[in-house]
């Protein structure tokens, strides 16, 4: 018999019930419930007269739609306010635990749940929200998905599911000093492209990521959506023991010893077969930025924005071409001499405390430059704000000109009042860089925190490690 | 959920691919507490010259002409022509609706994002998938024919052209039954009720911390 992957593993031990035909009743370990995709969940529930099967399993925050400042003001945006009021209700009316606006507790689904060990390795994990895959990085199989899909688990604790094929995506030998976990994301996207993981659950392994902190492997699990993969997982190692240890929702005393013997098995035997295995050079991997309008269109620091006309599919060039457009750039210009408006450190890809201090540390005893409008930081939840003012962070990015905000998902998606005005561009820690995403006409540029620091503090593009 | 069997409609051509589900419907829409009324805002920033938002008179805003929707020959579309990597992105369910709202029915592309894949199921929306060079003559065909309408048939997974030629195509067998009996499919797992206890009982005995109060 052949090994196992570690998305078979965990795929198997959560089957229900398997029918002839692949399809299975997939039983879900946490569900985590946000605003903007759970009001007509609960409408449903409350039209069919059911009830929510195991409330215990449920984790809701409001983040999408809650402010960044001036908090105690509430929402001005009524209808915005209407859908967390509607959050708030919910749970209340459902006896579902919901960390409230006014909760240090509260913050961004996916930094919240690793955050208070409500999130574990061996568990399935689902939320109504593409970036739920961030918890597969302490080797559980977490997927987002749609709001039908959320009353289904509020109603029943399952899903029906299909398998996926499994991926491997190997990064081997170490990366540079100065490569994040974003740059290795990014560099991965930009090589299989958007859609190369659709239909697979990605396992990443190799030594770049056994190296990673467990928040780097949340940076790199969060972005196998922009990889066309619902699910991304790394394997269970002491890192992810040590992580979780001491977490409100950790397994406690004998419950511990059991967990940490159960978990040890949470990686893929060195026999199992993978349906594809994709490696990469970690010494290849140098500071990513992307140029375009999908997070496929990446390239290093020290490229220039690529030439349309080198494109021989005709689909592809004119999809690059819309996208210099839009993004008001010329071919062949080297990424160093673009000049940016707006820095955002935040989003649930990048909002966690190493995130903010890899940022700090190129910030530190520097200015933000003239021509940036504004730089933002918004940290993943309360509790990582309060960690960073603990370390002295928030002085580090005040003194240099940033502003110290409270946590949501901000201008990832602008939602909020926070957002891009037509035609200014932005380095962003986020994952989407799609038309309008951080405001009509917007123009957004993925990079590391470490990089959107170093644009902040010189005005446009740089290799951070000139500056560190 | 609107069942489906068979559908003969109009065919509209999209020619982009990687359309992401922000483009399908804005994230500003994404503030309602309805699951109705987001057709109008399909594709907003696309089919609008002005900026959208909530609430806004629909009838007062200015249509953009050169999107291939405003068109008049592809008024009353029901079946959408895209290109790979259709509905990437974000996992809003928004994006079915607002198509569904809008009144599609079926959505042909050489691939579709996996979220959205899924999601059109639970809507009653048919996303079928078929090769590059067949969604390259279907663009073709439909370009160079006012009027072009197919016949799309799920229980025999066929697709008729004007020439009466056959396409088809393949989808799981599960969701091809649950979308022609239009199937819930929660009550469709609430048969399982014996086996999901069960399942928790065994569960709790192995891997009891996942059974912790929050």
Known sequence: MTGKTLYDKLWEVHCVYEQPNGTALLYIDRHLVHEVTSPQ???????????????????????????????????????????????????????????????????????VGPEQGATLP????????????????????????????????????????????????????QVMPGITGKDIILAIIGKIGTAGGTGYAIEFGGDAIKALS?????????????????????????????????????????????????????????????????????????????????????????????????????????????????????????????????????????S?????????????????????????????????????????????????????????????????????EPQERCASTSNRNFVGRQGTGGRTHLVSPAMAAAAAVTGHFIDVRTLA | MQAFTQCTGLVVPLDKSNVDTDAIIPKQFLKSIKRTGFGPNLFDEW???????????????QLNPDFILNQARYSGATILLARDNFGCGSSREHAPWALQDHGFRAIIAPSFADIFYNNCFKNGILPII?????????????????????????????????AQLTIEFELDSFRKECLIKGQDDIDLTLQYVDAIKQYELKRQKEAPWLFREL
């Open chain 1, 122 to 173: 061996g568990m399935t994990v689902v939320c109504g929200d593409s970036h739920t895959a961030t918890h597969g990085a302490l080797g559980a199989l977490a997927f987002g998905i749609g709001t039908s899909e959320v009353e289904h688990v509020l109603a029943t604790q399952c899903l029906i599911q299909q398998k996926s094929k499994n991926m491997l995506i190997q990064v081997d030998g």
């Open chain 2, 130 to 162: 078929l090769s590059k060079s067949i969604v390259d003559q279907l663009f073709q065909e439909t370009l160079a024919t006012e009027g072009y309408q197919l016949v799309i048939d799920l229980p025999t997974q066929q697709i008729i052209t004007p």
């Open chain 2, 47 to 61: 089919r609008y010259l002005d900026h959208g938002e909530p609430g806004m008179d629909q009838s007062k805003r």
């Open chain 1, 214 to 350: 467990i928040e780097g492997r949340m940076t790199v699990c969060n972005m196998a959506i922009e990889a066309g993969a619902r699910a991304g997982m790394v394997a269970v190692d002491q890192k992810t023991i040590d992580y979780v240890k001491n977490r409100p929702f950790a397994p406690t005393s004998e419950q511990w010893q059991q967990a940490v013997t159960a978990w040890q098995d949470l990686h893929s035997d060195a026999d199992a077969t993978f349906d594809c295995v994709v490696h990469l050079d970690a010494a290849d991997i140098k500071p990513q930025v992307s140029w375009g309008t999908s997070p496929e269109m990446v390239i290093a620091i020290d490229d220039r924005v690529p030439d349309p006309m080198a494109e021989r599919d005709e689909v592809k060039r004119e999809g690059m071409l819309a996208a210099l457009e839009y993004m008001g750039l010329e071919a062949n210009t080297p990424m160093t001499a673009i000049n940016i408006d707006k820095v955002f450190i935040g989003s649930c890809t990048n």
């Open chain 1, 352 to 420: 966690r405390i190493e995130d903010l201090r890899q940022a700090a540390h190129i910030v530190k005893n520097r200015k933000v430059a003239a021509n940036i409008k504004l730089a933002m930081v918004v940290p993943g939840s309360g509790l990582v704000k309060q960690l960073a003012e603990q370390e002295g962070l928030h002085d580090i990015f005040r003194e240099a000109g940033f502003e110290w905000r409270e946590p949501g998902c901000s201008m990832c998606l602008a939602m909020n009042a926070d957002r891009l």
């Open chain 1, 41 to 111: 969940a609960f409408e449903g529930l409350r039209l069919a007269g059911r009830q929510v099967w195991r409330l215990d399993t449920n984790l809701a925050t409001p983040d999408h739609n809650v402010p960044t400042m001036n908090r105690n003001q509430g929402i001005a945006d009524p209808i915005s306010r209407l859908q967390v009021e509607t959050l708030d209700k919910n749970c209340q009316d459902f006896g579902i635990t919901e960390y409230k606006m006014d909760d240090i507790r509260q913050g961004i689904v996916h930094v």
